[in-house]
């Protein structure tokens, strides 16, 4: 499968503020692409997930956007709280290997500063 | 309603030994997947399964790496004759449909060490 890649490994942030984390993929045929978090000791959680027909997609305090003429995927988090603090990986579903797994990236960790 | 259930959470064994790890899904889903996660990377998939069957393997280890999804009962990965390299966090997830579009459930891992 491709590689899904993020441009940072480390985020921090003050309390309050709004946190982007970004996500590059190479894979132009992947059509499904879900955030996580992952806090220490466990397992993935689902934050939220956009399909290729889509560019943008909000939910609770979180927005997904979705640029697929530069292959770039990014999760807005508003108003960030020390909850947040966590590593978030980027998953995309690529149709064509016929394959039902996700390819995860490296993840980026968020740090809030209270 | 319970999320995916994995145990044990922490598993200890010597080389040589064997390791089992035991995945039950979500109420409702027979779609079942295994990763496998280093320190500080991301997720690799290693296998899909449904209800006895395999779908996809392609991200297991060729040697001493099996899984399985009885009809009843959990799915299990199982690791023969482990080697310190097998040291690593396993994650399962399931799903309730097939396909690529669908939101996959994590269980909380088990973390398996290799002496």
């Known amino acids: 499968g491709e590689s899904v890649g993020l441009h940072l490994p480390t985020l921090s942030v003050q309390e309050g503020d709004n946190s982007i984390i970004n996500c590059a993929y190479s894979?132009?045929?992947?059509?499904?692409f879900i955030w996580y978090k992952q806090e220490s000791g466990k397992g993935p959680q689902f934050i939220i997930d956009?399909?290729?027909?889509?560019d943008k997609r909000q939910g609770q305090r979180v927005t997904v956007l979705l640029n697929k003429t530069v292959k770039h995927l990014s999760l807005q988090i508003a108003a960030t709280q020390p909850g947040d603090s966590a590593v978030y990986f980027c998953?995309?579903?690529?149709?064509?290997?016929?394959?039902?797994?996700?390819?995860f990236g490296t993840g980026t960790r968020l740090t809030v500063i209270p | 309603n319970a999320g995916v259930m994995q145990n044990p959470r922490h598993l200890v064994r010597r080389r040589g030994q064997e390791a089992r790890l035991r995945c039950s899904p979500m109420k409702g889903h027979s779609h079942v997947y295994w990763y496998r996660q280093l320190p500080e990377e991301g997720l690799k998939f290693m296998v899909y399964l449904q209800k006895e069957n395999i779908i996809d393997e392609s991200g297991m280890p060729k040697e001493r790496f099996s899984a399985e999804f009885p009809k009843e009962g959990p799915s299990i990965l199982r690791i023969q004759q482990v080697v310190r390299g097998d040291s690593a966090a396993y994650f399962c997830?399931?799903?309730?449909?097939?396909?690529?579009?669908?939101?996959?459930?994590f269980g909380a891992g088990t973390r398996l060490s290799v002496l």
């Open positions: 956009i399909r290729s027909n889509m």
């Open positions: 894979n132009s045929a992947s059509d499904y």
């Open positions: 997830a399931s799903s309730p449909l097939a396909g690529g579009q669908n939101i996959q459930y």
């Open positions: 998953a995309e579903n690529e149709p064509s290997t016929g394959a039902n797994n996700l390819f």
